[in-house]
């Protein structure tokens, strides 16, 4: 029997996606996605929020050579916490062709740090998503940025729109790139041009060192699965008006979806439709992770 039950109503990762009608430029980089477990090898973290379906490894090198990419950065999901074990064995095991971006806490050493860089690790993430995680306290959030500033390593921050306001100030104190998850969640039954996508907009505009992931538009969407119509607009605006500093990911295994389970080959058909030439596709999917990732 497994270690782990899965929650009741999760939703586990599509088996058998579309075959991508978009081709993606040689050496493309899916640049947000997760392993999970497997979880008696690698167990779920005791202070997790959800227990998830396994990930492991060996599904996503097969869902990224099936979807025409060649690299993945991994992102450390909340259902590990600050165990980067399942991380930084698929890092290890991809040939140089996955970074991650892990989780630590204020107790990581710096021999940690290092053991982490040398498998590839370039970011951590600070989630502040309250379905996900408990509050960390700002000034440790403010000690782990100084300690992994050092190693060139940049923040990842993932939250909702209606919470920017309240944490703007504070994202703006961070001392390396920040690379905003998904948006900022915008709520897309809003205006492009409204006031909440508009602060969003301008904490890109104001401040040179924030990117921002276009992906997820099958957990923003209200009228998907699939078309993710209402979505097009508000990605398109990030890609047009930052090309340099947007990355986009699967978000594969799509943690806590619930609505439904996304067609990976129908998000991968999503790029064309926000990135229109091909300029804008090869710095999204190639010249912007390798800058951010793969510099050395
Ligand atoms: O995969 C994502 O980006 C989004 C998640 C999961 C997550 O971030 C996590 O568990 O760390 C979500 O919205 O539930």
């Not at 005791?46 to 097969?62: I, N, V």
């Not at 971006?101 to 021999?111: E, I, L, R």
């Not at 502040?128 to 959030?141: I, S």
Request: proline fraction near 8%; charged fraction near 25%.
């Amino acid at each position: 029997m497994a270690a782990f039950q899965m929650d009741r109503d999760w939703l586990v990762f599509h088996p058998s996606p579309s075959k991508p009608t978009f081709r993606a430029p040689p050496g493309a980089v899916d640049a947000h996605c997760h392993v999970f477990g497997p979880g008696d090898v690698f167990p779920y973290a005791p202070e997790r929020k959800y227990t998830p379906c396994d990930a492991p490894k060996e599904k996503l090198w097969e869902l990224r050579d099936y979807l025409g990419f060649e690299r993945n950065v991994i992102v450390q999901a909340t259902c590990h916490g600050a165990d980067n074990r399942a991380l930084v064995d698929a890092l290890k095991a991809s040939n140089n062709r996955a970074r991650g971006v892990a989780t630590v806490k204020q107790d990581v050493t710096d021999a940690e740090l290092q053991a982490l860089d040398a498998a590839g690790v370039r970011g951590v993430r600070f989630n502040f998503v309250k379905r996900l995680v408990d509050t960390t306290p700002r000034e440790v959030l403010h000690s782990i940025a100084e300690r992994i500033k050092p190693l060139g390593w940049h923040i990842v921050i993932y939250f909702e729109a209606a919470e920017l306001h309240e944490l703007y100030d504070f994202f703006t104190s961070l001392p390396t790139t920040v690379v905003v998850d998904h948006m900022g969640r915008p709520d897309v039954t809003k205006p492009v041009d409204g006031p909440e996508f508009e602060l969003f907009v301008r904490l890109m505009r104001e401040n040179a060192n924030f990117w921002s992931k276009v992906s997820c538009p099958e957990r923003l969407s209200k009228t998907g699965p699939d078309a993710y119509d209402d979505v097009v607009p508000f990605a398109r605006r990030i890609v047009e008006t930052f090309p340099d500093r947007v990355l986009w990911g699967t978000d594969w295994p799509h943690p806590n979806m619930k609505s439904h389970m996304p067609d990976d080959g129908k998000l991968v058909d999503f790029i064309p439709r926000i990135a229109r030439t091909a300029e804008l596709q090869r710095k999204l999917l190639v010249d912007n992770p390798m800058t951010l990732y793969w510099s050395r």
